[in-house]
């Protein structure tokens, strides 16, 4: 059993979606991000940068927990686990890994700045906050352009399509006019949400308030 500690953003839904469609048992361990659970020394033992998911393998390699950050290797773990969700071909693969890597290095953190400057200095951050929405409309057009050429992001549904998919479906709401100016994203969204894996994930925590 995996034990899954997150809450339902971005972030621990493509966690519990990875899961998911790996067909891994797992059970949700609802952080107190607001009371600070993420700092404890406890919750710092299993992911030093403090933030989530993490997940505990209870049986993990020789049946010993294995306890894995970070949400591009915490994919690559259940992938590697269950043998499913990572192209066979090599130049799926590399894609499936650039379009992930794209994602979590360029795409979400300007959406997460935005949201948090957006919250705390919305009179004062509207270059900053300007700045950052023109980033991601940059990512999303690349993306847009790659859907445009092939039905998923590595050309057969994987790894990569989880992990953009919560950030566009959901962060993707905050772009000035939404996905409506990316029509290949929203037929990638559409059908992306029509798993039932993908649903089963998206609704596997509370909503935040």
């Known amino acids: 059993m995996i034990e899954l500690h ?11 979606i990875m899961l998911e469609e790996c067909g891994l048992d797992y059970e949700i361990k609802l952080l107190d991000m607001a009371g600070g659970a993420h700092k404890t020394d406890a919750y710092l033992a299993m992911n030093p940068v403090g933030k989530m998911p993490v997940i505990v393998d209870r049986d ?10 970070e949400t591009l290797a915490i994919a690559a773990y259940a992938c590697d686990k269950s043998g499913k969700m990572m192209p066979r071909d ?15 290095t360029n ?16 009179d004062t951050s ?18 847009d352009v790659r859907l445009g050429e ?4 590595a050309g057969e549904y994987c790894f990569a399509d989880v992990q ?27 059908a992306v949400a029509a798993r039932p894996a993908v649903t089963r994930g998206m609704n596997a925590m509370p909503p935040l308030g």
Do not use: H
């Not at 997150?6 to 519990?16: E, F, Q, Y």
């Not at 993990?60 to 950050?69: D, L, M, N, S």
């Not at 090599?90 to 979590?104: E, H, N, S, V």
């Not at 092939?150 to 992001?153: F, I, Q, R, T």
């Open 107 to 122: 795409l979400a953190p300007a959406l997460s700045f935005q949201f948090q400057l957006a919250r705390a200095v919305p």
């Open 6 to 16: 997150a809450i339902a953003t971005a972030n621990g839904t493509k966690t519990a």
């Open 90 to 104: 090599a130049a799926a693969r590399a894609a499936a890994w650039a379009w992930a890597a794209a994602c979590a």
């Open 164 to 190: 953009v998919y919560p950030v566009a479906a959901t962060s993707g709401a905050r772009m000035p006019d939404g996905l409506t100016p990316y029509p290949n994203i929203q037929r990638w969204c559409d």
């Open 60 to 69: 993990g390699p020789g049946g010993k927990p294995v306890t894995v950050f």
């Open 150 to 153: 092939a039905e998923y992001l």
């Open 126 to 143: 509207g270059p900053a906050i300007e700045y950052i929405l023109g980033q991601a409309a940059r990512l999303f057009k690349a993306i």
